[in-house]
């Protein structure tokens, strides 16, 4: 499967921003999709994983409650939306597939195994 990210751009603290990662080459439905983010001179981390039943969702401490993640298999597309932004998630956002069991949740970044090519998010103060 080949994941495309797009959506990021420069905004201001406290705004929102919507990333989506379409993909294609086979349907997203076999995969749990994930969001994971690198900054300037850090490991990636991750941000947030659905589960191939669309119904479970995890998040990293840092954007609980502020972003969601979201799929819709029919689009072959999976999105992030991104509420209430601050400084510190500036970073280049990756979209990521990864084989697992229909409500699996992976936070392991070695469970995915399909990388998009990043999308840079900066965020004002």
């Known amino acids: 499967v080949q994941l495309q990210a797009s959506g990021g751009g420069l905004v201001q603290a406290g705004q929102s921003l919507r990333l989506w990662c379409s993909a294609s080459g086979r349907t997203i439905t076999n995969y749990a999709m994930a969001w994971f983010r690198q900054a300037p001179g850090k490991e990636r981390e991750f941000v947030a994983t659905?589960?191939?039943?669309?119904?479970?969702?995890v998040y990293a401490d840092a954007v609980k409650g502020r972003f969601t993640v979201v799929r819709d298999n029919t689009k072959n597309t999976a999105y992030l939306h991104m509420d209430n932004r601050k400084p510190e998630d500036t970073a280049v956002y990756y979209c990521?597939?990864?084989?697992?069991?229909?409500?699996?949740?992976?936070?392991?970044?070695?469970?995915?195994?399909?990388w998009g090519q990043g999308t840079l998010v900066t965020v004002s103060s």
């Open positions: 659905i589960s191939r039943s669309s119904d479970r969702t």
């Open positions: 990521a597939a990864g084989r697992a069991d229909w409500y699996a949740v992976p936070r392991d970044i070695n469970g995915y195994h399909y």
